[in-house]
């Protein structure tokens, strides 16, 4: 069984462009997760779905944050414009539901320079 | 908001000594999860802790989930090399938002 997929796994950019990240859940999980981990830090929760609809997305800053996972299956989770502070790691995670294990994708380290 | 925090957020042991991290909500948690993350990898899931008081063991590491389900604890016996990492606990919580806790990134000394 494949895993979660995430690209790219490495982004510069300068600050004030756009960013995007993609993510392929494991086939058959319901749940999609964002999270962003800062180092020595755990993760920290951007947004869920529950298959095409996002049911927290109360720590994703919308003014420049978004996200979207058509069909219940891939997303992508946008950044626009990057800033300084947004350097990170994004991490994405699936689970078959919302109680169940979560497995993590590679991550997308991101610096904004 | 809630909080999940761990104590000691770093540790350094000998290799072969024991090691304890503690887990700690502000909430109930209905089911507590532990996670691995290797330096420079992503967390991986070790286990899943559900009922109160439940105590679970892989190996070397045992996984304990308090009667309050507030707490939860992972000790590791005779800690070796392969043990480094940072160890997260996790779990849902009211409205269904889900914590991860502080870590504990374990060094061990050859």
């Known amino acids: 069984e494949a895993g979660v997929v995430q690209s790219p796994r490495y982004k510069i950019i300068e600050k004030k462009q756009p960013v995007a990240f993609w993510c392929n859940p494991i086939?058959?999980?319901?749940?999609l997760y964002w999270y962003l981990q800062n180092l020595g830090q755990g993760p920290e929760l951007l947004i869920r779905?529950?298959?095409?609809?996002?049911?927290?997305d109360s720590q994703l800053p919308k003014d420049r944050f978004s996200a979207e996972r058509l069909k219940g299956v891939d997303s992508t989770l946008k950044i626009q414009p990057a800033e300084l502070g947004d350097s990170a790691v994004y991490l994405c995670?699936?689970?078959?539901?919302?109680?169940?294990?979560?497995?993590f994708g590679p991550g997308t380290r991101l610096t904004v320079l | 908001g809630q909080q999940v925090m761990q104590i000691p957020q770093y540790q350094h042991v000998q290799e072969g000594e024991d090691f304890t991290t503690y887990c700690n909500s502000s909430?109930?948690?209905?089911?507590i999860q532990w996670y691995k993350q290797r330096p420079g990898g992503h967390p991986v899931f070790l286990i899943q802790?559900?009922?109160?008081?439940e105590v679970k063991k892989q190996k070397r590491l045992t996984f304990q989930f308090g009667e309050a389900k507030k707490n939860s604890s992972l000790h590791i016996t005779a800690t070796q090399t392969t043990d480094v990492g940072t160890y997260f606990c996790?779990?849902?919580?009211?409205?269904?938002?889900?914590?991860f806790g502080t870590g504990t990134s374990l060094t061990v000394i050859p």
């Open positions: 995670a699936s689970s078959r539901d919302s109680r169940g294990t979560q497995y």
């Open positions: 086939s058959g999980h319901n749940t």
């Open positions: 779905y529950e298959n095409e609809e996002a049911v927290d």
């Open positions: 909430t109930t948690l209905s089911n």
């Open positions: 802790l559900v009922k109160s008081g």
């Open positions: 996790a779990g849902p919580g009211t409205g269904n938002q889900f914590y």
